[in-house]
Each structure stands twice: as C-alpha cells, then as structure tokens.
T-cell receptor, first 114, second 111 residues
Framework: DVKVTQSSRYLVKRTGEKVFLECVQDMDHENMFWYRQDPGLGLRLIYFSYDVKMKEKGDIPEGYSVSREKKERFSLILESASTNQTSMYLC?????????????FGDGTRLSIL | GQNIDQPTEMTATEGAIVQINCTYQTSGFNGLFWYQQHAGEAPTFLSYNVLDGLEEKGRFSSFLSRSKGYSYLLLKELQMKDSASYLCAVRYNTNAGKSTFGDGTTLTVKP
C-alpha cells in the first residue's frame, strides 16, 4: 500500500513566520501535489512536481513555494505566513499522469496562522 | 474554466440508496475519479470511469456519460459509516494529466 506521510497533523504559527510543511511518499511515485482544502472551495492545487527539482504552479501559488530535492519528499513553504493561509493542507502522490491510477493522499495538516 | 458541479449536501436514511451527481465540461475530458473523505481524514479512492457505462464495486457504483458530461456515484444499503464527503475529480487533456476537483458533496446518513 502506498503511504503518504505529512509531518504534522496540526500546526499553529504566527503571521510573518516562514512555515515548512513536509510530505514523504514511499512508493517511488514521480508526481507529487500540494492542495489546500477550504469549506465551500473544495481542493485547490497549489503546486505540482513531476520529477526531482521540477515544479509547476497550480491554481493558487501566490504566497507559497515548494522544494523537491529528493523523489520521495515534497515540501511546501509559506514564505511569510498570513492569516488567509489558515487552512487544511493535503499532499498527494501519483505514479503516472494520465493513467487510471488515483492520487494517494496524506492525512492532511491543519494549519492555523495567528 | 473547467467547472465541476456537485450538490453541496445530501441526507439519506440507513439502508436506503443515494445517488450523488457530478456534471463537468466535456471538452478535453480524459477520465473521472470519485473519492471518499471522512471528516479530518485523507480522501480515499472509490472509483474511476473513462468509458461510458456503469462500474460496480460492491455497494458502490459509478456511472459515466461522456456526451452529457455527467457522472453519478450510487451508494446502496447505506450504512452510518458512509457519512462522509464525496469528491468528484475530472482529468482533462488540457491540464497535463492532472485532476480538477469538485467542491464535494457532504452526505449524512441518518438512522
């Protein structure tokens, strides 16, 4: 079974802090994703990575950056946290784009920015 | 855009059947996924449709009509544990193989 592990389930940070959210997958998947999930807005893609050191902006990249130095690890960085970044953050991995395989999600990090 | 529409909330009774609909824009369609997400947990995969017709998996079935831009998830013999959010996700050729998610349908099963 694929396992996607996010480093924290709950995180509380202050406005202006630099925040790192970590995600690790153990199935050698090429593709990894970061989403945020807000009530009434569904899952929105922040960033996507299709290979080590490769990244692509999603629908809402502003205020975020990412890092993929190793295949198994995909980090989301909030450069200067703001209260409107309070949300549930979900990481996912996927072996192959365009196939019939689903994305595998981590349990999520509920981030509060005070 | 690639609007994906699902009802926001549905309520059903234990033991009954419920159908959750999903409509989407047809241009560039290349597959549709259904996920289940319990409160505070990760979404988990339920079904995948890329051709027209019905895919059955135990109590859950998913239907697709590509020409109509329409899918539904059918849950039979509802159980209390089926109370969850159900997410429809559509993959488009124009989106490099990534999926676009609907806002989800929150299903409440009552005794």
């Amino acid at each position: 079974d694929v396992k996607v592990t996010q480093s924290s389930r709950y995180l509380v940070k202050r406005t202006g802090e630099k925040v790192f959210l970590e995600c690790v997958q153990d199935m050698d998947h090429e593709n990894m994703f970061w989403y945020r999930q807000d009530p009434g807005l569904g899952l929105r893609l922040i960033y996507f990575s299709y290979d080590v050191k490769m990244k692509e902006k999603g629908d809402i990249p502003e205020g975020y950056s990412v890092s993929r130095e190793k295949k198994e690890r995909f980090s989301l960085i909030l450069e200067s946290a703001s209260t409107n970044q309070t949300s549930m953050y979900l990481c996912a991995s996927l072996r192959q784009l365009g196939g019939n395989q689903p994305q595998h999600f981590g349990d999520g990090t509920r981030l509060s920015i005070l | 855009g690639q609007n994906i529409d699902q009802p926001t909330e549905m309520t059903a009774t234990e033991g009954a059947i419920v159908q959750i609909n999903c409509t989407y824009q047809t241009s560039g369609f290349n597959g549709l996924f259904w996920y289940q997400q319990h409160a505070g947990e990760a979404p988990t995969f339920l079904s995948y449709n890329v051709l027209d017709g019905l895919e059955e998996k135990g109590r859950f079935s998913s239907f697709l009509s590509r020409s109509k831009g329409y899918s539904y998830l059918l849950l039979k013999e509802l159980q209390m544990k089926d109370s969850a959010s159900y997410l429809c996700a559509v993959r488009y050729n124009t989106n490099a193989g990534k999926s676009t998610f609907g806002d989800g349908t929150t299903l409440t099963v009552k005794p």
